[in-house]
């Protein structure tokens, strides 16, 4: 009996770990002309001389780690062909640049203590091991060590020395802008790489490509590739995203026994990927961000709206109870924008009448769901304080947004 169930498994996947990010394809369809430029600037480093700084920007999914990550590769292969050592490290910015930095050395196989050491030691030990070396070095999501200022002694160690080509990757165009520091502005000086969107045409031959490797054949007809390409594309054009559908689609399919993935898989696939996606990125927010968002919610869940200083007043209500502290309207207004960057929230303002001015007022944006948001949240907040504590503590934010909306008169 049993043998007969196996010999009707349905076969949706020929191999799935062709729709994760952990594989480097072979090919990257699209991306031929920016993997060119960068391979010819690190190819510089073969005959000795440091190649240019990079930042490589473009929005999420649009293939700026792995085309990277590719071309790295290369350049090793070709050095180990050439008998020429070079050292290459790349990293995904942490949260410090004490961790970012220990991460680097970890890629060159440099063994460093997680804790312990001394930035300045760390340092030490990292240009110890270059001892003088041609280096390039990679920064993924670079933009964690700027939009902060937390990254500025970082950078400028290392893009002070000679030997060490710095390349940042981010999805934040206007990155450079925020860079502040002039001595790490004159001494980085980066030449722009940008990656655009693909578009639907590209997109689906992007899909077309790693699907044929993924599925079985028959499995996933264009149709649905078609489908999956213009979700994809209306979401900014990340590959990640429609690569996720695919894979929860295929699955959806074998768990309900079909031989082929069709649309109705996938529209299921963006359903539950939306919540997935939206509890995983809330809960991985700051605390001083959790606390804000859940104010701002929870004004839209009442069908109001707050101003910004009303928002952070309550913020500070929440942030005192998971946290112990409180922020300045000022440091709140730095939280605000990185939720906005986020995509959590929008200011928008009214009018007070002719020549009177401005309200604003800070929402949350129609895409986030409110329900599911204010869920994770609770969830989260009660892991720090009691059941009690917590509904003490919602009493008094809902009591000041009720207060607050009286106030400014806000149609409801
Ligand atoms: N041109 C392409 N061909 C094949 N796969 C791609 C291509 N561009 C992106 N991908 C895949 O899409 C996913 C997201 O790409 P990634 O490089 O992580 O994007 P980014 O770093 O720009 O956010 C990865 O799984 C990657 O392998
Ligand atoms: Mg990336």
């Given at each position: 009996?049993?043998?007969?169930?196996?010999?009707?498994?349905?076969?949706?996947?020929?191999?799935?770990?062709?729709?994760?990010?952990?594989?480097?394809?072979?090919?990257?369809?699209h991306?031929?002309?920016?993997?060119?430029?960068?391979?010819?600037?690190?190819?510089?480093?073969?005959?000795?001389?440091?190649?240019?700084?990079?930042i490589?920007?473009?929005?999420?999914?649009?293939?700026?780690?792995?085309?990277?990550?590719?071309?790295?590769?290369?350049?090793?292969?070709?050095?180990?062909?050439?008998?020429?050592d070079?050292?290459?490290?790349?990293?995904?910015?942490?949260?410090?640049?004490?961790?970012?930095?220990?991460?680097?050395?970890?890629?060159?196989?440099?063994?460093v203590?997680?804790?312990?050491?001394?930035?300045?030691?760390?340092?030490?030990?990292?240009?110890?091991?270059l001892?003088?070396?041609?280096?390039?070095?990679?920064?993924?999501?670079?933009?964690?060590?700027?939009?902060?200022?937390?990254?500025i002694?970082?950078?400028?160690?290392?893009t002070?020395?000679?030997?060490?080509?710095?390349?940042?990757?981010?999805?934040?165009?206007?990155?450079?802008?925020?860079?502040?520091?002039?001595?790490?502005?004159?001494?980085?000086?980066?030449?722009?790489?940008?990656?655009?969107?693909?578009?639907?045409?590209?997109?689906?031959d992007?899909?077309?490509?790693?699907?044929?490797?993924?599925?079985?054949?028959?499995?996933?007809?264009?149709?649905?590739?078609?489908?999956?390409?213009?979700?994809?594309?209306?979401?900014?054009?990340?590959?990640?995203?429609?690569?996720?559908?695919?894979?929860?689609?295929?699955?959806?399919?074998?768990?309900?026994?079909?031989?082929?993935?069709?649309?109705?898989?996938?529209?299921?696939?963006i359903?539950?990927?939306?919540?997935?996606?939206?509890?995983?990125?809330?809960?991985?927010?700051?605390?001083?961000?959790?606390?804000?968002?859940?104010?701002?919610?929870?004004?839209?869940?009442?069908?109001?709206?707050?101003?910004?200083?009303?928002?952070?007043?309550?913020?500070?209500?929440?942030?005192?109870?998971?946290?112990?502290?409180?922020?300045?309207?000022?440091?709140?207004?730095?939280?605000?924008?990185?939720?906005?960057?986020?995509?959590?929230?929008?200011?928008?303002?009214?009018?007070?009448?002719?020549?009177?001015?401005?309200?604003?007022?800070?929402?949350?944006?129609?895409?986030?769901?409110?329900?599911?948001?204010?869920?994770?949240?609770?969830?989260?907040?009660?892991?720090?304080?009691?059941?009690?504590?917590?509904?003490?503590?919602?009493?008094?934010?809902?009591?000041?947004?009720?207060?607050?909306?009286?106030?400014?008169?806000?149609k409801l």
């Amino acid at each position: 009996m049993s043998g007969q169930k196996t010999s009707r498994r349905v076969r949706i996947f020929k191999n799935r770990d062709y729709l994760s990010s952990k594989i480097i394809p072979e090919e990257l369809p699209h991306r031929e002309k920016e993997f060119n430029q960068i391979w010819e600037n690190f190819e510089y480093i073969l005959e000795g001389s440091t190649p240019s700084n990079l930042i490589i920007f473009g929005p999420t999914g649009s293939g700026k780690t792995v085309t990277v990550k590719k071309v790295l590769e290369s350049i090793k292969r070709e050095a180990e062909a050439e008998g020429i050592d070079v050292p290459i490290g790349y990293a995904v910015a942490e949260r410090t640049e004490m961790m970012t930095l220990v991460s680097i050395c970890e890629d060159l196989g440099i063994g460093v203590p997680k804790t312990g050491l001394s930035f300045y030691e760390v340092k030490k030990r990292l240009l110890e091991h270059l001892s003088g070396r041609k280096a390039i070095i990679v920064v993924d999501e670079v933009d964690k060590l700027i939009l902060q200022n937390k990254g500025i002694d970082l950078l400028y160690f290392l893009t002070r020395d000679p030997n060490i080509c710095v390349v940042g990757i981010s999805n934040v165009v206007t990155l450079l802008d925020n860079l502040i520091d002039k001595r790490v502005k004159s001494s980085w000086n980066p030449r722009k790489i940008v990656f655009d969107p693909y578009n639907a045409d590209q997109m689906f031959d992007i899909l077309k490509y790693r699907a044929n490797k993924a599925f079985y054949e028959g499995v996933v007809g264009d149709e649905v590739l078609r489908y999956v390409s213009a979700i994809a594309v209306q979401r900014g054009g990340d590959t990640r995203y429609a690569l996720d559908l695919l894979m929860m689609a295929g699955d959806l399919a074998k768990r309900s026994g079909e031989e082929r993935v069709n649309i109705n898989h996938v529209k299921k696939a963006i359903d539950e990927l939306e919540v997935g996606f939206l509890v995983k990125t809330v809960k991985s927010l700051s605390n001083p961000e959790k606390a804000l968002l859940f104010v701002i919610t929870e004004a839209k869940r009442n069908g109001k709206y707050l101003s910004p200083e009303v928002a952070y007043t309550l913020a500070n209500v929440v942030l005192s109870n998971i946290s112990n502290q409180t922020l300045s309207h000022r440091r709140w207004s730095d939280y605000r924008g990185s939720l906005e960057l986020l995509g959590y929230i929008g200011l928008f303002r009214e009018g007070l009448g002719r020549g009177k001015g401005w309200h604003h007022y800070i929402k949350l944006n129609d895409t986030i769901d409110a329900y599911v948001v204010y869920k994770t949240l609770e969830e989260d907040f009660m892991s720090y304080m009691g059941t009690e504590e917590y509904h003490v503590m919602l009493r008094n934010v809902l009591n000041g947004i009720a207060r607050s909306a009286r106030k400014w008169q806000l149609k409801l």
